[in-house]
C-alpha cells in the first residue's frame, strides 16, 4: 500500500470545553458533547515521503511552512509504527479553514485514519483518541458520528452515545465571515484559564450540563437539550468577554442572525443554536422545519452562505492503493 485516503466530518459541542487541563498533552479541563455533521469534510490523503525524512504537509494546495499542530500527533503515531521516515500529507477542506468550523478537528480526524490504515496499525479506539487529541482538543470527536461524548473524567473516554439515525435532527449553519480568527482557540483557552474570574465556576458547571444534556439526548427531548446547550454557549461567552484581553469572536453579523432565528422561534418553530470560536451560528432544527427556517434565513443579508447539513458518520477510509 502506497497511499491511503480518509475522511472526517467536523463536529461541534452542545456542551463545550473552553480550557486545557494540560497544555503539553493538549488535554481538555472538562468534558464535552457534540454533534458530527456531514455535507462540511476534509479529506487527507498520507503516503510515505520516498525522498527525505522530512513531513510535508500541503493544505487546500498550499503548502504549509510549519507543521507545529500535526508534529505532535504524527509523533505519537511513528512511536507505535517504528516508522523514523517523513511523510507526505495532503489535507483538503470543503469549507472555511480556521473560521470557527472545526476544520482542525475533521482534519487531524481524517489524518489519524489514514495514518492508522496506512501503517496497518489497527489502533484501538483510545490510542486513537490520544493521537487525535494532541493535534486538536476535539479531534477525537471527530472519529465518530452522531452524538458524541468526551468523557474528561474517565480517562479521556469517547464514544457515540446515539446514532445518526436513532434521532436524525438537521442543520443549518450560518457563514457570517470568512476570515481566518485572529486569535486560535488553544491561544484562547489558555488566556481565559489564566485571567477570567469566571473560569473556576465554569469548570465547576460542566458536570451538571454534561449530565443534563445526555439525559435529554437519551430522552430525545430536543427543547431539554436545546435549553442547556444554550445556556452553556452563553456561559463559555462570558468566560471569553471577561478574560483579559476580553475575547470575542462573534460579529456584528453574528449578533444580527442570533437576532433573526430568536424571531423565527417566536413565531413557534422548534430550533436552537449555539457558537463556538468563530463568527458562524449553527442552528439545530427538527427535519420538517428546516425549510421554513431555511427561507428566513437566505434572504437575511448577514448570512453569506447557508450550509445545511444532517446528523453525520465518523471518520473512515474511502480509498487506499
Known sequence: MSKVISIAHPNFALIKYWGKADLKSNTPAMSSISLTIDTLSSTTKISKNRQTNENIWILNG????????????????????????????????????????ASSASGIASLV??????????????????????????????????????????????????????????VLICITDYKEKTISSREGMEISRKTSPLYKSWLDSNKKDIQTAKA????????????????????????????????????????????????????????FYTLDAGPQLKIICKPEDKETIKRDLEKHPSVLSLVEANIGFGARVINES
Do not use: H
Open 62 to 101: 498550499k503548502k504549509q511552512e510549519q507543521m507545529r499542530q500535526l508534529d505532535p500527533t504524527l509523533e505519537y503515531l511513528n512511536r507505535i509504527s517504528n516508522y523514523t521516515s517523513g511523510c507526505i500529507i495532503e489535507s483538503n477542506n470543503n469549507f472555511p479553514t480556521s473560521a470557527g468550523l
Open 216 to 271: 435529554a439526548i437519551d430522552e430525545k427531548s430536543f427543547n431539554n437539550l436545546g435549553e442547556v446547550a444554550e445556556k452553556n454557549c452563553y456561559k463559555m461567552l462570558e468566560v471569553m468577554k471577561s478574560s483579559d484581553p476580553s475575547i470575542n469572536y462573534l460579529s456584528k453579523q453574528t449578533i444580527d442572525c442570533i437576532n433573526k432565528v430568536r424571531k423565527i422561534r417566536d413565531k413557534g418553530v422548534d430550533l
Open 113 to 170: 485514519t489514514a495514518y492508522d490504515r496506512l501503517f496497518g496499525l489497527n489502533l484501538k479506539l483510545d490510542s486513537l483518541v490520544q493521537a487525535s487529541i494532541l493535534g486538536s482538543g476535539s479531534a477525537p470527536r471527530s472519529l465518530l458520528g452522531g452524538f458524541v461524548i468526551l468523557d474528561a473524567e474517565i480517562g479521556l473516554n469517547c464514544e457515540t452515545i446515539c446514532q445518526p439515525e436513532d434521532w436524525p435532527l438537521s
